[in-house]
């Protein structure tokens, strides 16, 4: 929902059955500066009025073909005047028919690797029409597009403070979109990509929740770009290969990637830094040469952002001080655009780090 009504400084009051009043809740909030919800005429006392400007009856929109139905309504609403002139307010009424058949939705909105430019028209259109956002860590801030009284729930790590765990997160989210809420699940990159977007895409649809989802742009590919590395380029690799190192990659796996990498493929890790000790050593022992080249991208698209570039035999050493987020590129497009012109401090092998 989307507020089209300005009330300024007035609070509202809601006044109908709760499945009625939390559906115009979103609405009100962005547009009063306060609302109070009231689920029964008796509930209603000059005390309880007490600094609200404004009434607004909720009603269920009536059933054209049913007259027992535009009764019931007529008698609630009669109800709902009576007992604010009982309470003594003197208050502009509205009357807002609320559909029951419009639930909630989840969209699962891919947000890009962290620039706020990099996210989708669609996914911007989302957030707009959104009442509440689950933000994670990696998400962009976009604050700015928001609509006056969204709530924004982060629900990523931080420093200092402890992630909401994943089915909390999924729990609270289907009920906000169970209780008519327009949710909006804004993840880093693509949702698809180890995002667990398809995990919360499986539960929103078992839970009978109108659920759908906005591509992003994937760190895997973009944050490489950023640092001047495409991730194909012809001649050199015509693959690439997206793999977690969230944790240390097996036996079976490393033989493969080996493989892969010296036929030509780019090797991408997400979630990689912790384990490219053993990943590094792995590919070693499976084959890959040393002067393979090796970039760590830290904190692509943010002021913190660091390219480290090294090669396979001295990453261990060169990427001892880098931390995730990060992607890691292994393969002979790291230089593909800069041959012999990445040259001094940010030279492959050389050992130290360009800040760009
Ligand atoms: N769905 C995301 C990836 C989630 S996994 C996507 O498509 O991009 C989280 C990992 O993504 C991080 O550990 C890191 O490896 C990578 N990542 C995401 N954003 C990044 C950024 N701005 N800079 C560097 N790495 C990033």
């Avoid at 989708?120 to 959104?130: E, F, P, V, Y």
């Avoid at 759908?212 to 290969?241: K, M, N």
């Avoid at 493929?265 to 990689?272: F, K």
């Avoid at 492959?348 to 780090?353: A, F, I, K, Y």
Wanted: charge should be negative; include cysteine; glycine fraction near 12%.
């Amino acid at each position: 929902m989307r507020a089209n009504v300005d009330l300024g400084y007035a609070t509202v009051a809601l006044l109908g059955p709760r499945r009625l009043t939390q559906r115009l809740r979103g609405t009100y909030q962005r547009a009063a500066a306060g609302v109070v919800e009231f689920g029964r005429p008796d509930d209603l006392s000059e005390e309880s009025l007490r600094g609200v400007g404004f009434a607004v009856v909720a009603l269920p929109a009536a059933d054209a073909n049913s007259q027992s139905n535009a009764n019931a309504n007529a008698n609630a609403d009669a109800g709902w005047h009576r007992a604010l002139a009982a309470a003594g307010a003197a208050l502009p009424v509205a009357v807002e028919r609320v559909a029951e058949t419009t639930s909630g939705s989840i969209t699962l909105v891919g947000g890009g690797p962290g620039d706020p430019g990099l996210i989708t028209a669609a996914g911007l259109d989302a957030l707009a029409h959104a009442d509440v956002i689950f933000a994670d860590r990696l998400a962009p801030e976009v604050t700015h597009e928001l609509a006056p009284g969204v709530r924004v729930v982060p629900v990523g790590k931080r420093p200092g403070h402890h992630p909401v765990a994943q089915s909390e997160i999924q729990a609270q989210m289907i009920q906000a979109a169970l209780s008519g809420e327009t949710v909006v699940r804004l993840k880093g990159g693509d949702p698809f990509v180890f995002g667990r977007g398809g995990e919360e895409l499986v539960a929103c649809r078992e839970a009978g929740v109108d659920v759908h989802v906005i591509p992003g742009i994937t760190s895997a590919v973009a944050v490489p770009e950023h640092a001047g590395i495409p991730v194909t380029f012809r001649e050199l690799s015509r693959s690439f290969t997206v793999v977690s190192g969230h944790d240390p990659l097996d036996e079976r796996e490393l033989e493969h990637l080996a493989g892969l990498s010296r036929s030509g493929a780019t090797i991408v890790l997400l979630m990689g830094v912790a384990t490219l000790p053993q990943t590094v050593s792995g590919l070693t022992r499976h084959g890959l040469a040393g002067d393979t080249p090796l970039a760590v991208l830290e904190k692509g698209f943010s002021p913190d952002e660091r390219n480290t570039f090294t090669t396979l035999a001295t990453a261990v050493v060169d990427t001892a001080g880098c931390a995730s987020p990060a992607v890691t590129v292994i393969g002979p497009v790291v230089d593909a655009l800069t041959r012999g012109t990445r040259t001094g401090p940010t030279g492959p092998g050389s050992g130290s780090v360009a800040r760009s």
